[in-house]
């Protein structure tokens, strides 16, 4: 039993890492630690809370329907029938200042953006400006991928042929004189959308890019005449179109539409007045018992109005606060155990 | 060879051509027909490989599903894209073909180095070299000292002059002695030139009767390991958790297919103008329609079964096991080896042990014997230092004799004559013998003055007291064997005369002595067994010119015989070895191992039943049980042994009736309730080979399955079994019949000796000891340790921290992929269940592999909730995780409970902040694909830090995973969404990430969840603490106390069997 310390080849490595010994921090949740931790946590968050509440409560929303489906309603003429073109309008007072920024959005209920069938459905690579899939739209584009005459659709696919084509116009009038409200389309996408994701040919004029090619079913316009205000809002690259395409999360949904024009009689949002919204009503929803509307909302730094936040920041905050006192309470019944 | 036992069925006897040398002319030639001498362990060829190797491999139901869903992805249009399963799936197959590749290129190496082994082959009269797989049946093969046997061999030649070799078989059959074998009698001295044919037997497969290559039993024992055996706790488990997953991802598509149908069925619904489908779709049959949609839905929830689970459970056991082979602690600087672990599959179960077989001999003992006293004529001997007395021959007083005696000179040298002749050690630098007793009894005859020179030419030498040198002729040795229990040698002295000196057990040689004799010996052997000394008996006979010349040739005939030829020569020793005369008894002590008795203490602290399954005497046997601690002095034995089965007047089967039913009145029915057991009466159960086959193969009239049963519980009830005389395939069957008893507990074998093997394959757990009966039993072994003591660490600590490791991964994987998939199943319900994925593909196919797999790898192999030193310590924390506690229904609902309310804070929580998908402060909105990164980044925090809570053990490699792998989180996402990737063909995650991180709203919902989440798992953490590891720790010091005080109290009767002084102070 003599032991030798020479090394055999067989002898373990003796060291920490395999022989389990390596160095090892141990936290122990004790009250010492954890009470103070939720009183700090639950005052922190209680305090969030608070602002995100009063934040979302002094965040301005107007909503109007406009789907038209009861028959008093502005536009129910215009969801009857299937008159092309139909023009409806809203009105509005506001009796105070409809405090600025102030977003124009319309909104969806009951259209289904999320379909996996339909979210498939647009070519990428078309939209990224790639000319050979002008003339070869990928198959997921189907049935919008080729008219019946076999020409290719671009750009092709469900989403971009059920764009939104509502348009809208908004006139403030005040002492009897009736003023156009400007309105800002750009910077309501995604500035990595508008920039890189989607481009168009680098092909001038634009619309030679599209010799051979056919517009969406549903659109009036082809895509190169979308704004015929601003050439370069044209195309792929043309702001409500990249607002259509990032599709909706859920089946009722809102998207900008414009934002209110910071200049002017604006500039501190939209003054109390009368105000009208002349609809040009193309968009069918009614067939699938959907819904439209129109919202106007100030954004503050947590975005727009959402008052689950504050609520959850409240709740959640109070209910660590109540634990601690309730921690409190057990670990001063049992004399700190672990305290010693 | 074993193909050749396979190849050659037909009957008889077969020629063989020595030397490949034509047969006389007047036989008919049959050219015979033998395989050839390669030998094949490894599984496949480089052709063969990759078919055989997808199919083995795709038999498994896990990857064939895994396949299924693949193919199911790539005909269907699904909502995934293929490579989302099929890369994992691929990875998986990719690493294992090459590792079974590589283990198969191992067995061809294996197999090449003993088949392009060099022989030197006699052919023609010149030596060639041959490589051994181009030995042919008939060669002439030259062997030289410590080269292995290639192939069966018969010895023709041997370079010593008395035509013997010694071989030894260790790796045969685990016995290092060596046995002498004998050149065939009257060959010619001139091999190169011999022409001889051979009349042999058809190849057998009983190994003790041919000798085989050394590679036979190696191969098999190769082949064992390369089974797949697996844990079963885990495995069921797993299994059980599979199929539940399984069930859901079923239930789940089910009820999505029907909603999906009703949904649709609503007007409007089913083909919104502005999603119309396609031609194709609208002619495709609605049932088949169903079926595509329910298949897409299984495939989107699969996830929930992720393949990364097999590999991360596997590279578990794989990595894990290696701290086994690593532990110092395990590392015996007497063989200069550590621990060998053969399979990693077991891992786990070495923390659910519940029951433990061990064998005696070099297991609980160290099989070196050490010669303690002897008995000549019913006086007691004891050896002292020489210093006291001249002829260092003392005499002392057993318990009986009041006056001190001294036997006879004469008797006292003709027992110590005996000692040196009667055995088969060999004189080579030491002594060798196929047995340790036979060295420590001539090495005790050497002490008193007799010692053994050797044996040359059949002459066996012997220097006696007075230095001069006795010489006997060694006519026959009549060969130990375990039917017979004892050994002969036939000597003649010079004088002429002929004796035959017999040694063996007392029970085989007391009916063969004359009975006066019997008393006065009897008393000190069961004396001696009862101190845990190995008792032999010696006896002498003269035999008589004619008596000798009829046993020579009845052992001549009975040995040339060809058929039966056991039975012959064990009639024949039978005869020979009777009407004796005892001379007396020795004593030899088998040291106990090291800290053995605590070792198993300590698992009888941890709640695991001990039975000692030995070949040994039950007094013996007992004896050691003493000493181990096994049984106590307070343990009330119960004994079915032959012993207690001879009752007058009854039939031994009535009396066995009677005592298993006393026995079971007294250990189940009467025991008092589980719950009070603290008072309850220990019980050892003792029961021997015979009676043991009385109790399983009782005739069917018996009701068989009463006996059965009654002794099963009998047994389950005693806290120590002992069951000796135990031939090894007896041992196998007590194992069996405890495996697959009432809640299948799981047992543990554990043995150093070839008879072990069978008890060690047939428990789930087989452990090896590396000692010094060969390599067999650590070659079928899962697990080899050097020493028992290591037996403790191996359960205690390292199975302990396995199970709870493995327990944990498991349920954990369980837990994260249930609120994985359960926001992509609540999305059906908002998306028209169009099996709109809420995930990206790239976070679907990563989440198991990168961001979440690393955390709990590691945790799985360093968490230690409580230090292995508590754990030995407290052997009762053993008991805590024993009966799979912690895969039972109670944590499994805990882990899914737990799943579900996450599941459903991320995805409603979610919900309710894009009522208005405004969230940022230029009034932009965000999409579907935001939506679904907000969860899964919540998703991914929050498991990770559950984890994090549930690691007790902070290593810098924990931090490394846990923090790395949020980081590599973020990190992916922003570079995944942050570049257009050519081979994508949508680019839907761009900047998505980055515009997520620049809303507050997204930050602080983010933060909110996160802590809802693990608001429940905080508070049962803090609140759990008083009952927390310390807590515990406490408690069970402060019961420690209770465990220890037996131990104190039991000092004596360890003092007695360890120390070496009241070994010689009677």
Redesign the interface.
């Known amino acids: 039993m003599v032991k030798q310390e020479s090394e055999s080849a067989n002898r373990p490595d003796n060291t920490a890492f395999t022989q389990q010994r390596l160095p090892a921090w141990q936290p122990i949740l004790s009250a010492g630690i954890v009470i103070p931790g939720f009183v700090l946590i639950g005052l922190a968050f209680i305090g969030i809370g608070v602002a995100l509440f009063v934040t979302s409560r002094s965040i301005q929303v107007l909503e109007l329907d406009y789907t038209g489906d009861s028959n008093g309603s502005p536009c129910s003429s215009c969801s009857q029938s299937v008159v092309t073109n139909c023009k409806c309008s809203l009105n509005f007072t506001l009796t105070t200042l409809f405090q600025g920024p102030v977003f124009f959005y319309y909104g969806l209920s009951n259209y289904f953006q999320n379909y996996r069938r339909y979210g498939a459905s647009k070519d990428d690579n078309q939209l990224y400006g790639d000319l050979s899939y002008f003339t070869s739209p990928s198959s997921s584009c189907s049935p919008y991928d080729y008219d019946s005459s076999k020409k290719p659709i671009v750009p092709c696919g469900s989403i971009a042929n059920s764009m939104f084509n509502d348009t809208f116009t908004l006139t403030w009038t005040v002492n009897g004189t009736t003023n156009n409200v400007p309105l800002d389309g750009k910077g309501i996408a995604w500035w990595t959308d508008y920039n890189i994701k989607y481009r168009n040919p680098s092909v001038t004029p634009l619309k030679n890019a599209f010799n051979g090619t056919v517009k969406p079913i549903n659109w009036a316009k082809p895509a190169y005449e979308l704004d015929a205000s601003d050439p370069s809002n044209n195309g792929f690259v043309n702001q409500d179109f990249l607002v259509w395409m990032r599709r909706a999360a859920l089946p009722n949904f809102r998207k900008l539409y414009r934002r209110i024009d910071a200049s002017g009689d604006y500039q501190k949002g939209l003054p109390a007045g009368n105000y009208t919204i002349d609809i040009a009503y193309n968009y069918p929803v009614r067939a699938f018992n959907g819904a439209k509307k129109i919202v106007f909302s100030n954004v503050s730094w947590m975005g727009g109005r959402n008052e689950f936040l504050g609520i959850a920041y409240l709740v959640i905050g109070s209910l660590c606060v109540v634990m601690s006192i309730v921690m409190l309470i057990v670990y001063a019944k049992f004399k700190f155990p672990d305290e010693e | 060879l074993s193909s050749s036992i396979e190849n050659h069925r037909t009957l008889g006897s077969r020629t063989i051509y020595v030397g490949h040398r034509p047969c006389p002319a007047n036989e008919v030639f049959i050219p015979p027909k033998f395989c050839d001498n390669r030998i094949v362990s490894s599984k496949y060829t480089v052709w063969n490989f990759l078919p055989k190797n997808l199919f083995e491999q795709f038999r498994r139901i896990a990857n064939f599903y895994f396949l299924i869903i693949f193919l199911v992805q790539v005909i269907v249009d699904t909502?995934t894209s293929p490579v989302t399963s099929g890369l994992p799936l691929f990875f998986v197959i990719t690493v294992t073909a090459i590792k079974q590749g590589y283990e198969d290129w191992l067995r061809h190496k294996a197999d090449n180095e003993v088949n392009k082994y060099r022989v030197t082959v006699l052919e023609d009269g010149r030596r060639i070299q041959k490589e051994s797989e181009k030995i042919k049946v008939g060669d002439v093969l030259e062997v030289e000292e410590d080269e292995t046997f290639p192939c069966d061999l018969i010895l023709l030649q041997s370079s010593r002059d008395d035509g013997t070799c010694f071989v030894t078989t260790a790796s045969l059959d685990g016995e290092s002695n060596h046995k002498t074998h004998y050149t065939v009698p009257d060959t010619e001295r001139d091999v190169e030139s011999l022409n001889a044919t051979i009349e042999c037997e058809q190849p057998q497969p009983d190994l003790y009767k041919s000798l085989g290559p050394e590679n036979l039993l190696l191969k098999g024992a190769t082949l064992k390991n390369t089974q797949s055996i697996c844990g079963k706790s885990i495995i069921a488990f797993f299994t059980g958790t599979i199929l539940k997953m399984g069930k859901t991802i079923l239930s789940k598509a089910l009820v999505c297919t029907t909603l999906k149908y009703v949904w649709q069925s609503k007007p409007?619904?089913d083909e919104?103008?502005?999603?119309?489908?396609?031609?194709?779709e609208k002619e495709t049959n609605l049932y088949l329609n169903m079926f595509t949609d329910f298949l897409s839905f299984m495939v989107l929830f699969n996830f929930i079964i992720p393949v990364s689970m097999y590999v991360t459970v596997e590279m578990q056991k794989f990595l894990g096991s290696?701290?086994i082979?690593?532990?110092?602690d395990?590392?015996d600087?007497?063989i200069?080896?550590?621990a060998l672990v053969n399979t990693s599959d077991l891992n786990e179960e070495l923390g659910q042990v519940e029951y433990v077989f061990t064998d005696k001999t070099g297991t609980l003992t160290q099989n070196n014997m050490e010669f303690i006293e002897c008995c000549i004529d019913g006086h007691q001997y004891k050896y002292r230092d020489a210093s006291s007395e001249v002829d260092g021959f003392c005499v002392t007083d057993g318990p009986m004799n009041t006056v001190q005696q001294k036997a006879g000179r004469e008797r006292e040298e003709l027992f110590l004559r005996a000692l040196c002749l009667c055995h088969t050690v060999q004189v080579k630098e030491g002594f060798i013998a196929s047995s340790p007793d036979e060295i420590a009894l001539v090495q005790g005859a050497m002490r008193y003055g007799f010692t053994f020179l050797g044996l040359e030419s059949k002459t066996m030498k012997i220097l006696n007291r007075t230095n001069d040198v006795e010489m006997y002729e060694l006519l026959h040795v009549l060969n130990f064997d375990p039917v017979r229990r004892r050994m002969s040698v036939i000597v003649r002295s010079i004088s002429g005369e002929t004796l035959l000196f017999c040694k063996g057990a007392d029970s085989s040689i007391f009916p063969r002595v004359k009975q006066e004799e019997v008393e006065k010996i009897r008393m000190h052997v069961e004396r001696n067994a009862t101190d845990g000394y190995r008792t032999l008996c010696v006896a002498y006979k003269h035999l008589t010119a004619e008596e000798y010349d009829q046993v020579d040739s009845g052992l001549r005939e009975a040995r040339l015989a060809l058929q039966d030829r056991e039975e012959k020569l064990m009639a024949v020793y039978n005869q020979v070895e009777t009407g004796m005369n005892l001379i007396g008894a020795t004593a030899v002590e088998d040291r106990l191992q090291e800290e053995a008795a605590e070792t198993m203490e300590a698992l009888q602290g941890a709640g695991i039943k001990v039975w000692v399954l030995t070949g040994d005497k039950m007094e013996t046997a007992k004896s050691t049980c003493y000493a181990c601690r096994l049984f106590k002095r307070n343990t009330e034995l119960l004994e079915l042994t032959v012993r207690t089965l001879e009752s007058p007047g009854k039939r031994r089967e009535d009396r066995l009736h009677d005592l298993l039913l006393e026995y079971h009145k007294k250990t189940v029915q009467d025991a008092p309730p589980a719950k009070t057991r603290v008072a309850s009466q220990d019980y050892g159960f003792i029961v021997d080979g015979a009676t043991l086959s009385m109790v399983l193969n009782s005739s069917s009239e018996n009701n068989l399955h009463d006996y059965k049963d009654l002794f099963l519980q009998i047994c389950q009830n005693c806290t120590s079994v002992l069951c000796c005389r135990m031939a090894p395939l007896q041992k196998a069957q007590i194992v069996k019949m405890v495996k697959n008893s009432k809640g299948s507990p799981i047992t543990l074998s554990i043995g150093d000796g070839a008879n072990d093997v069978s008890m060690i394959l047939e428990a789930h757990v087989g452990i090896g000891i590396k000692g010094k009966e060969g390599r067999q039993a650590v070659r079928n072994s899962d697990y080899a340790i050097p020493k028992l003591k290591h037996l403790k660490k191996l359960l205690l600590g390292h199975g302990h921290l396995y199970y709870v490791r493995i327990a944990h991964l498991v349920q954990y994987f369980f837990y994260k992929n249930l609120c994985f998939i359960l926001p992509q199943f609540l999305y059906q319900f908002?998306?028209?269940c169009?099996?709109?994925?809420l995930y990206d593909a790239a976070y679907l196919t990563m989440y198991n592999i990168c961001f979440t797999s690393m955390p709990i790898l590691a945790y799985s192999l360093?968490e230690?909730h409580i230090s292995?030193e508590m754990l030995l310590e407290n052997a009762t924390l053993y008991r805590q995780i024993g009966k799979n506690a912690m895969l039972r229904w109670g944590p499994f609902l805990y882990w899914t409970l737990l799943g579900v309310f996450h599941g459903l804070v991320f995805f409603f929580?979610v919900?309710?902040?894009?009522?208005?998908?405004?969230?940022?402060?230029?009034?932009?909105?965000?999409?579907?694909?935001?939506?679904?990164t907000i969860v899964f980044t919540i998703l991914v925090f929050t498991v990770t830090l559950k984890l994090a809570l549930d690691t007790?053990?902070?290593?810098?490699?924990n931090?490394f995973v846990i923090w790395g792998s949020l980081a590599f989180y973020v990190f992916f996402s922003f570079f995944w969404g942050g570049v257009?990737w050519p081979f994508?063909?949508?680019?839907r995650l761009?900047?998505v990430f980055a515009?997520m991180l620049s809303?507050?709203?997204a930050w602080?919902?983010i933060i909110?969840l996160i802590?809802?989440s693990l608001?429940p798992e905080?508070?049962y953490?803090?609140?759990r603490?008083?009952r927390g590891p310390?807590?515990r720790q406490k408690l069970v010091q402060s019961s420690a106390g209770g465990i220890q005080s037996p131990r104190s109290s039991a000092r004596p009767l360890l003092m007695r069997t360890f120390s070496d002084e009241s070994n010689t102070v009677s």
Do not use: M
């Not at chain 2, 082979?325 to 110092?328: N, P, Q, T």
């Not at chain 2, 169009?834 to 994925?837: D, E, I, K, L, T």
């Not at chain 2, 919900?911 to 679904?932: E, H, I, K, V």
């Open positions: 909502p409007g619904q919104p103008w502005y999603n119309e489908k396609t031609l194709k290696f701290f082979s690593w532990d110092k395990f590392f600087s007497e200069e080896e550590g908002f998306c028209g169009s099996q709109q994925p360093f230690q292995i929580g919900w309710f902040l894009f009522s208005n998908p405004a969230l940022q402060d230029n009034g932009q909105a965000f999409g579907n694909w935001s939506y679904g007790r053990h902070w290593t810098w490699i931090h257009i994508l063909r949508q680019q761009y900047f515009n809303s507050v709203s602080l919902v909110v802590l809802l608001l905080i508070l953490v803090v609140l603490k008083p310390y807590a």
